[in-house]
């Protein structure tokens, strides 16, 4: 079913090597003056950086390749693409400077350093351009300290999972406090929610975990086969969502259960027993909860009190911290589920330019359908 959607999405889009998702994601984000930002691990930062190279391709084929009397289906010239420059920078991170006294101990191997941020400029045969931004935040496990960096974001998506014991009683953050993946992922649901209640046109989105494919029964890393990796194709779990792939997303499941909806709004022709299961659910928290592990928690735990007035009287004018807001699933742990495009670790995957691009036309689908419905 979503195959069947995506090829119809693509059929509608004129048929020329520029006109890939990546570049349709890149003309979305400026025309609507979007950041797009990625907050996970390294399997993040290969999402990140599939991106760019799939842009620095297209750069490349337009400087070897002369287009300017290419037409479209229907015979009528194109608004063609000229040029375009992409250019990768680093934003440095101070952890002291944004909070204060108290923030030293934000460090070590898994903390931030730097925010990468990669532009990409278009220009076009009528003179016109354009420009768009992507950034990249290092999210290993969940660290809450790094939300305040992400206020001029327009898009988050988020991602939590490689870094928990996938066997463990509760599956256990391996680092900062051990807390389980299912009190991380409330807390980071908890964000998303509170940052497109906040301001308008802000755009929350959930990544599905990609598939492990160790030589064991189910997938999943263990120690001493991390070298050995399996070709077989993963089982899939069945849930109300649709088919979930491992541990790790069968436990995301479970967390928005306790906060969302059952996703009741369908894209165009879906069904609710369609594999593709459901894409976009509203989800009600309370802000200022200190029952996991929240942002607000953590600002209070270390007496940030100046970032903490932020939390106070509510967004309805009457004090009230519950709020609600919608947040787009982004499953794509189907497409990553063949073992054999993965590097030696069995975890992170190798730059197949095809199936990024089709990772990015579901995220297109998502973004789109979510500003049609508005």
């Given at each position: 079913?979503?195959h069947?959607?995506?090829?119809?999405?693509?059929?509608?889009?004129?048929?020329?090597?520029?006109?890939?998702?990546?570049m349709?994601?890149?003309q979305?984000?400026?025309?609507?003056?979007?950041?797009?930002?990625?907050?996970?691990?390294?399997?993040?930062?290969?999402?990140?950086?599939?991106?760019?190279?799939?842009?620095?391709r297209?750069?490349?084929?337009?400087?070897?390749?002369?287009?300017?009397?290419?037409?479209?289906?229907?015979?009528?010239?194109?608004?063609?693409?000229v040029?375009?420059?992409v250019?990768?920078?680093?934003?440095?991170?101070?952890?002291?400077?944004?909070?204060?006294?108290g923030?030293?101990?934000?460090?070590?191997?898994?903390?931030?350093t730097?925010?990468?941020?990669?532009?990409?400029?278009?220009?076009?045969?009528?003179?016109?351009?354009?420009?768009?931004?992507?950034?990249?935040?290092?999210?290993?496990?969940?660290?809450?300290?790094?939300?305040?960096?992400?206020?001029?974001?327009?898009?988050?998506?988020?991602?939590?999972?490689?870094?928990?014991?996938a066997?463990?009683?509760?599956?256990?953050?391996?680092?900062?406090?051990?807390h389980?993946?299912?009190?991380?992922?409330?807390?980071?649901?908890?964000?998303?929610?509170?940052?497109?209640?906040?301001?308008?046109n802000?755009?929350?989105?959930?990544?599905?975990?990609?598939?492990?494919?160790?030589?064991?029964f189910?997938?999943?890393?263990?120690?001493?086969?991390?070298?050995?990796?399996?070709?077989?194709?993963?089982?899939?779990?069945?849930?109300?969502?649709?088919?979930?792939?491992?541990?790790?997303?069968?436990?995301?499941?479970?967390?928005?259960?306790?906060?969302?909806?059952?996703?009741?709004?369908l894209?165009?022709?879906?069904?609710?027993?369609?594999?593709?299961?459901?894409?976009?659910?509203?989800?009600?928290?309370?802000?200022?909860?200190v029952?996991?592990?929240t942002?607000?928690?953590?600002?209070?735990?270390?007496?940030?009190?100046?970032?903490?007035?932020q939390?106070?009287?509510?967004?309805?004018?009457?004090?009230?911290?519950?709020?609600?807001?919608?947040?787009?699933?982004?499953?794509?742990?189907?497409?990553?589920n063949?073992?054999?495009?993965h590097?030696?670790d069995?975890?992170?995957?190798?730059y197949?330019?095809?199936?990024?691009?089709?990772?990015?036309?579901?995220?297109?689908?998502?973004l789109?359908?979510?500003?049609?419905?508005?």
């Amino acid at each position: 079913k979503q195959h069947q959607e995506e090829q119809q999405h693509h059929q509608h889009q004129d048929h020329n090597p520029y006109n890939t998702p990546s570049m349709r994601l890149m003309q979305r984000l400026s025309k609507r003056n979007e950041t797009l930002c990625f907050a996970g691990d390294s399997i993040d930062a290969q999402i990140y950086d599939a991106l760019s190279n799939n842009l620095l391709r297209t750069q490349l084929l337009l400087l070897q390749n002369n287009i300017n009397n290419q037409t479209n289906n229907h015979g009528q010239q194109q608004q063609l693409l000229v040029r375009i420059t992409v250019d990768t920078r680093e934003r440095t991170v101070d952890y002291v400077k944004e909070y204060g006294e108290g923030a030293e101990w934000i460090k070590g191997w898994m903390v931030m350093t730097a925010i990468k941020e990669t532009s990409v400029t278009m220009e076009w045969r009528d003179g016109s351009s354009s420009t768009s931004r992507f950034r990249w935040y290092k999210t290993y496990g969940y660290p809450p300290w790094n939300f305040e960096f992400m206020s001029d974001c327009t898009i988050v998506s988020f991602n939590l999972g490689l870094h928990y014991d996938a066997r463990g009683y509760g599956m256990p953050n391996k680092y900062y406090g051990r807390h389980t993946l299912s009190e991380d992922v409330r807390g980071a649901i908890t964000f998303l929610v509170d940052f497109v209640a906040a301001k308008e046109n802000r755009i929350a989105v959930w990544r599905s975990v990609l598939p492990q494919h160790f030589s064991t029964f189910d997938g999943h890393y263990e120690k001493g086969k991390e070298v050995n990796c399996s070709s077989n194709p993963l089982k899939l779990i069945s849930s109300t969502r649709g088919p979930v792939i491992q541990n790790y997303n069968k436990a995301h499941e479970e967390a928005f259960s306790s906060f969302c909806d059952d996703g009741g709004n369908l894209l165009q022709n879906e069904t609710s027993s369609s594999a593709c299961g459901r894409r976009e659910q509203y989800c009600t928290v309370n802000r200022t909860s200190v029952d996991y592990p929240t942002a607000y928690k953590f600002l209070s735990d270390n007496n940030f009190t100046r970032h903490m007035e932020q939390f106070r009287g509510g967004y309805d004018g009457k004090g009230s911290n519950m709020v609600t807001g919608k947040i787009l699933r982004w499953n794509v742990a189907d497409l990553f589920n063949v073992g054999q495009w993965h590097i030696s670790d069995c975890s992170h995957y190798c730059y197949v330019p095809p199936l990024y691009e089709a990772a990015f036309e579901r995220l297109l689908l998502l973004l789109d359908h979510h500003s049609e419905t508005l």
